[in-house]
């Protein structure tokens, strides 16, 4: 939950600290800080540790008074899990003789118990955070090993738990040594020097070519290289991998915030992440399934796992699913499914889907599913994630890099590779023809247009409702089907970004107790799109106008009748039922937003939330 970065190399390691930990906010922005080495005038290196409580942008003042010379140094942005965000509790963490430094994202399980065995032997403790024991695990091994990366390495064989870790001494000036357990670690050669980060856009201004570190190994950086070690201190060769995006996508590009930036991107995400998936026989063609046409044909039943709005996505793919392949499918919780006994035979099919691919419910939920024996199948966004390597297979969302802490377009991205699956599981069932999948396809493909008409005709209509609702204390979402699903999304994202309190019921549960809520005034936003439960949908929004609601529709085009209920209409293109979720999502995102810049709301970075949540 927290962001990484270190630099060691030629150039003035404050100002790219600096950069790399704006761009990894999005992980965290409770505290920030950094560790700098200082030469004195006799020679002598020191360690400098800054931290301050808040985000970046206040340890960037802090840093203008801090001289340029610093060619080595790690900081940290954190999303706090042990101890309150507070200046003590903010990395970097500095061992006893303040000469060794250490960043952490992840958690020390076993923290509790080293604490005690840490200050039984006179280490004195400055902060409530797991993380401070690395700090003087690291510090007593140096001692034996006199050597950073060893001294690193003997620290982590006593820690049970998750860590990608970096660490500097001023004994060894120059030099950052990199651990990795369970928490991404990237690390990449520039012409400047080496980089290490929590992820590729913190580095990717020096480097395209990275080393995504594997659990177990580590690194030592120096500006002159990088050297690479297993568990044992054996050296290895990682593999390299070439980033082909573009650095435009970790910018705003002209737009106010990172979230209206990304749903505007979401035309480009359905059309990229269909781009080779029909074969021109006319069969699906997702070739990172890792599961033969064969074994597909044995799935008897299927489990969504996911989190948060990737939950949201798993509801919608269950009406595929059971609509399309005939097969049971069930969405839950990961949190909740890797805590239960969940009914898990060889033809079970997992469905985990996660943006960040790091979410740390979810990869306990795919463990506890391959130890039970199912087939998992990922959803993620990030290439070579934990989600994507510890599943059978994999599609991935394109939606390419994802800042904003509110997921949008790889809400999209979901959906999109979610219909495909459900439609390949139609097809290799015999419940699809390859006509009705050509058809279907070429639907799907025209959600991008569709989502573009909105983006380009409805924002002045969604700006309206969003006035009508800012001031409200509360807010019901209501549908019916996929309305029922992607009114749990709209909830989700109103109630992060803006704070206003939101809730989601299946229109036809109103009436069994939430309608008690409604007074004059209230606002209720109605998924009220054209499809077979239309008509129920309308007769649910008659109760709630008869009580005075304020009624906001999202309604078919040239649906004119929702006008005598609705006192404020978005309207999408008519859409097949079955994709509508995909196109109807799009003027909630919008909604959520406009009332969190009308409330002043940070939209980009909500309180006390972060993108990856590695922890449980
Ligand atoms: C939603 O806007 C949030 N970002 C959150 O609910 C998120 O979907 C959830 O934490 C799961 O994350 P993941 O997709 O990276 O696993």
């Known amino acids: ?157 006593c820690v049970v738990g998750a860590y990608g870790l970096a660490a500097v001494c001023a004994d060894e000036p120059g030099v950052i040594a990199v651990a990795r357990k369970d928490s991404p670690i990237v690390i990449g050669r520039g012409e400047h020097g080496s980089y290490v980060a929590s992820d590729i856009i913190a580095l990717i201004d020096a480097t395209r070519d990275v080393v995504v570190l594997e659990d177990g190994q580590f690194a030592r950086l120096a500006p002159e290289g990088i050297t690479y070690t297993d568990a044992q201190g054996e050296l290895i060769e990682p593999e390299v991998t070439h980033i082909d995006w573009d650095i435009d996508m970790a910018e705003k590009g002209g737009y106010p915030d990172f979230m209206l930036k990304e749903i505007c991107e979401q035309p480009r995400v359905v059309r990229d992440t269909l781009v080779g998936r029909l074969a021109p026989s006319g069969e699906l063609d997702i070739d990172e399934l890792g599961l033969t046409f064969e074994e597909l044909d044995l799935i008897d039943r299927v489990y969504v796992i996911a989190c948060g709005t990737s939950y949201h996505a798993g509801l919608v793919a269950k009406n595929l699913i059971e609509g399309w392949a005939r097969i049971p499918c069930e969405v839950e919780a990961a949190s909740e499914f890797r805590y239960r006994n969940p009914i898990i035979t060889p033809s079970t099919l997992v469905v985990a889907v996660s943006q960040s691919g790091e979410t740390a419910d979810t990869l306990a939920a795919i463990r506890d599913a391959r130890i039970k024996g199912a087939k998992v199948f990922g959803i993620t966004n990030v290439v070579g994630s934990p989600v994507a390597r510890e599943s059978d297979g994999v599609i991935y969302t394109k939606a390419n890099k994802e800042i904003a802490v509110a997921s949008t377009k790889s809400f999209i991205g979901q959906i999109v590779s979610l219909t495909l699956l459900a439609m390949l599981l ?128 999202l309604a078919t085009e040239g649906d004119e009748d929702i006008k005598q209920i609705a006192d404020h209409v978005i309207y999408i293109p008519p859409v097949r039922d079955a994709f509508s979720a995909i196109t109807a999502s799009v003027p909630l995102q919008l909604l959520a937003r406009d009332v969190a810049v009308m409330r002043g709301c940070d939209v980009d970075q909500p309180r006390n939330l972060a993108k990856s949540v590695t922890v449980e």
């Open 1 to 157: 939950m927290c962001g990484i970065v270190g630099y060691t190399g030629t150039d003035t390691a404050k100002d790219i600290l600096l950069a790399g930990l704006k761009r990894l906010e999005y992980r965290g922005y409770d505290s920030a800080g950094v560790a700098l080495e200082r030469t004195d005038p006799a020679g002598e290196t020191h360690l400098d540790v800054i931290r301050r409580v808040g985000k970046v942008a206040g340890l960037e003042s802090e840093l203008e008074h801090v001289d340029d010379e610093s060619t080595c140094g790690i900081g940290h942005t954190r999303w706090a899990t042990h101890g309150r965000p507070s200046v003590a509790n903010a990395h970097p963490h500095a061992c006893c003789g303040g000469n060794i430094a250490v960043v952490h994202n992840g958690i020390i399980e076993n923290f509790a118990e080293l604490r005690d065995e840490l200050t039984a032997r006179g280490h004195v403790f400055g902060s409530e955070t797991d993380t401070e024991v690395l700090a003087h695990l690291v510090e007593e091994a140096y001692a034996q090993t006199h050597e950073l990366v060893a001294a690193v390495r003997k620290a982590c064989e």
């Open 426 to 553: 139609g097809q290799v069932k015999g419940k699809l023809t390859t006509g009705q999948v050509r058809m279907l396809f070429r639907e799907l493909g025209d959600t991008a247009a569709q989502i573009q008409y909105i983006l380009d005709s409805q924002r002045e209509a969604v700006h309206e409702a969003a006035l009508a609702c800012k001031d409200a204390p509360s807010a019901l979402f209501v549908g019916r089907g996929m309305g029922a699903a992607i009114s749990y999304e709209g909830a989700l994202k109103l109630k992060e970004v803006s704070y206003l309190h939101a809730e989601a019921y299946a229109a036809g549960e109103m009436k069994h107790g939430p309608i008690a809520l409604i007074d004059p005034g209230f606002p209720v936003i109605a998924v009220t799109t054209k499809s077979p439960v239309y008509d129920k949908v309308v007769s649910n929004l008659k109760e709630c106008e008869a009580r005075g609601a304020k009624i906001i529709a």
